[in-house]
């Protein structure tokens, strides 16, 4: 009897306290249950630049089509999550822009990320067509090189304009192309040609080459789009004096001082533009690289940290 009522009086005790003795298994699943009710997804919508962009974030490629893209994250646990958005399109048939952008969120947020506003740090590929031997010739000339010349020529194919240029009496010459096959094939080039010691070959982005102190001249055939982005380069790093001649494309709102009209033996009408840097053109650079309505200082530090969906306003 004493055993039996000693044996209900520890039962009781142990449904009390049953509770709080959990096994570990139990003990992690009730935990993990209780950070997941901390998590919250985000929804978050990107604007991109065309119809048909292709979109990936931090890595993994976010289907759809049409200017803007929503979907949902996973369950978020609490802090700031930072996510990298890489947008390619193709605003023609010859050019490929990519742009890139990270944005900082809170569980729980939404989020507008617009892609559409164009930024120094885009970046831009466009394919292999090489100007004519005859038109390259007639760029060189529109530049007037001379032997105290460096010509610079971003994206150079073949290398037949910048090869053009060191036969013409050039002191220097630099090439950079972003494609392998290119960048060997202008190397090949230059060596047929005696000229290695002339001509430096490199293979890379041409949009990533910052440093262009010794360069007079420089020779472009890469589209609007690139010209537009390498543009701030030339204003800041070209010396009064230096010339750009490009092939077909200008560079915005900024005029060229002259424009002619090439005609190639092997047949087209081929239109070429010359810029020199002055004194207007290094005064219009400070100008533009004053503080203005995108800078960071302008929206604040949450916007600087890309903190847009908590400041109710679109990330740029
Ligand atoms: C239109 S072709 C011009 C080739 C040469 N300049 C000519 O006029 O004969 C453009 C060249 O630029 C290269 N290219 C495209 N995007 C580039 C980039 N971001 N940086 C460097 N090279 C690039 C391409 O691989 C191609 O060889």
Excluded at 12 to 17: C, K, P, Y
Excluded at 148 to 175: H, L, S
Excluded at 201 to 223: C, P, Q, T
Aim: proline share 4%; hydrophobic share 40%.
């Amino acid at each position: 009897m004493r055993i039996l009522l000693v044996f209900i009086v520890g039962l009781v005790a142990f449904e009390r306290i049953a509770p709080v003795l959990q096994t570990g298994s139990e003990r992690t699943a009730l935990q993990s249950t209780a950070s997941l009710e901390r998590r919250q997804t985000s929804r978050i919508v990107v604007t991109v630049p065309a119809d048909d962009a292709e979109l990936v974030v931090n890595g993994a490629a976010i289907g759809g089509q049409g200017a803007s893209r929503t979907f949902a994250t996973a369950p978020l646990a609490g802090g700031t999550h930072r996510y990298t958005f890489t947008v390619t399109w193709r605003p023609n048939p010859y050019t490929t822009m990519t742009r890139t952008k990270t944005v900082a969120f809170r569980g729980g947020e939404t989020v507008r990320v617009n892609l559409t506003v164009e930024d120094p740090a885009d970046r831009v590929r466009v394919i292999y067509v090489p100007t004519p031997a005859d038109v390259a010739a007639a760029m060189v000339d529109l530049a007037r090189v001379g032997r105290d010349d460096v010509v610079y020529e971003p994206g150079c194919g073949d290398a037949r304009i910048t090869t053009a240029a060191i036969r013409a009496g050039a002191r220097r010459g630099i090439c950079i192309d972003i494609d392998p096959e290119r960048a060997k094939e202008s190397k090949a080039n230059v060596e047929a040609a005696g000229l290695a010691d002339r001509i430096e070959v490199r293979e890379g982005d041409a949009l990533d080459v910052k440093n262009l102190s010794d360069v007079s001249v420089v020779f472009l055939y890469m589209g609007d789009h690139f010209n537009v982005l390498i543009r701030p380069v030339l204003w800041r790093e070209l010396k009064v004096g230096s010339r750009i001649v490009s092939h077909r494309f200008t560079m915005g709102d900024w005029k060229p001082d002259k424009t002619v009209s090439v005609m190639s033996e092997l047949g087209g009408v081929f239109e070429l533009h010359l810029w020199t840097i002055n004194q207007d053109v290094k005064r219009k650079l400070v100008a533009n690289s004053a503080p203005h309505g995108r800078g960071a200082e302008s929206r604040g530090l949450g916007a600087a940290l890309g903190l847009g969906a908590a400041l109710g306003h679109d990330l740029h």
